[in-house]
């Protein structure tokens, strides 16, 4: 059987009050009970004029410190963590930006069985956008991105927009700037 | 302290979508589209593991599960009682069995229970304008609730949205997270909305919009419409299909 997928239309300003209420909003992706190095993410969207986005949505998924998935097709010998689903979701404030606490996820295996550097996936949403954009999150001077077999599909001059760089200003701080249009636009993905 | 690949670590890819079949990124007569849309091309990327793997959820791991939004407050909302369901199959045809499934929508006359809706229509105390589900294990979901209004915004002089139900929906994967609005039959607003216009292909179109359906019409309680969804799917070889 062959049917076409149900088209997308844009999340709208109007989707907290149902996707990021106290309850629906995911920032805690790893309580401090789960295995791994600890990373504490500010996600920041710019539109093509600069201006800071306040009504975005970020979505994010990845596998644990081992590079497992909790996914029934992930089927790697390698166990997933009770408690860690690997899943965040959060609505970008005035300042445009938003949070997350996670850990970093371990090397998943990527085309002709390369393992693909530490990285989060990521999915934004917001009013003005007809359908979510994926990306993704790389972790700036990780050896394993020089051999990632994504990034290399990425124009050298673009792959800086992929990384994630340390916040020295706090324990395991790591920030990600998302520019949806003009310079330094973030690279997307075609999935 | 890697592991060696697994033989099972094969991923099977997703069908990728149709040309025509899926809004553009940009559509400028949808305003806010202009500086939200990319200006280089997306790069291609092969599926792996992180595209075809995506959250699985249960019944309490993002909220409640709520279908019934005439029935969430003291007393019942102001508007048309309707039915709303249907199924999720992926591209391939399979029910998706627990798909979370999130709505969300105006009130009868138009109006979002959300501060940043300034739209100077009544709120009803009555109706929260959200619910939430898990689909069965054939895919079938269902919620009550009642038709919500169109509604003015500024886009352009005499804006007007057609009565639309905001669905979010996880599938199988991260790549089948599929976030749309469903539209009534016949409105009068859709040759006027960019939105619903952002899809050039008309038959692309009609699937945005629901279908009355006397089966799921409840006697002497509520109309219903028809609404399935379909998520992208895995690849399948010409053995399985």
């Known amino acids: 059987m062959n049917l076409v997928p149900t088209p997308s239309q844009t999340v709208g300003p109007f989707f907290h009050f149902c996707l990021t209420t106290d309850k629906c909003s995911v920032s805690r992706i790893a309580s401090p009970k789960v295995k791994g190095e600890r990373v504490q993410l500010t996600v920041r969207v710019v539109d093509g004029n600069g201006e800071l986005v306040p009504d975005a949505m970020i979505e994010i998924w990845q596998a644990n410190w081992q590079g497992k998935y909790n996914h029934p097709d992930d089927v790697q010998a390698k166990p997933v963590d009770p408690g860690f689903l690997g899943f965040g979701r959060m609505a970008t404030a005035a300042d445009g930006s938003c949070e997350f606490e996670t850990i970093k996820p371990g090397r998943v295996p990527g085309p002709k069985n390369v393992f693909q550097a530490p990285h989060l996936n990521l999915a934004v949403f917001g009013r003005g956008m007809l359908k979510q954009l994926y990306t993704r999150v790389y972790f700036a001077g990780d050896l394993a991105n020089q051999e990632d077999p994504i990034l290399a599909l990425v124009p050298v001059e673009r792959r800086n927009t992929l990384m994630a760089y340390p916040d020295t200003t706090r324990p395991g701080g790591w920030r990600f700037d998302l520019r949806l249009q003009g310079e330094n636009e973030t690279a997307f993905f075609d999935v | ?241």
Not at chain 2, 11 to 30: I, K, M, T
Not at chain 2, 103 to 114: D, F, K, M
């Open chain 2, 1 to 241: 302290m890697d592991h060696p690949i697994h033989e099972g670590s094969k991923v099977v890819p997703y069908r990728r979508n149709e040309a025509g079949s899926q809004p553009g990124s940009l559509h400028e007569p949808y305003r806010a589209s202009v500086r939200r849309a990319p200006s280089q091309p997306l790069i291609f990327l092969p599926h792996t593991l992180s595209e075809i793997t995506g959250p699985v959820f249960g019944h309490g791991e993002i909220g409640d599960p709520d279908n019934d939004l005439t029935r969430q407050r003291a007393g019942e909302p102001i508007g048309e009682r309707i039915v709303v369901t249907g199924r999720v199959l992926d591209s391939n045809g399979q029910a998706v069995p627990k798909a979370l499934i999130e709505l969300w929508q105006a009130n009868s006359a138009g109006r979002y229970a959300h501060d940043v809706d300034q739209h100077p229509a009544p709120l009803d105390p009555n109706f929260s304008g959200t619910g939430r589900t898990l689909t069965d294990e054939n895919g079938t979901y269902r919620f009550v609730t009642i038709k919500p209004g169109p509604y003015p915004w500024l886009n352009h002089y005499n804006a007007w949205r057609p009565a639309h139900i905001h669905f979010s929906v996880f599938g199988r994967a991260f790549l089948s997270r599929l976030v749309t609005q469903m539209y009534f039959p016949g409105d009068p607003l859709f040759a006027f909305d960019p939105i619903y216009q952002s899809l050039p292909d008309e038959k692309a179109r009609q699937r945005l919009i629901s279908r009355f359906d006397l089966e799921t019409t409840q006697p002497q309680f509520a109309t219903g419409y028809k609404f399935d969804i379909i998520v992208r799917g895995p690849e399948m070889t010409p053995f399985e299909t």
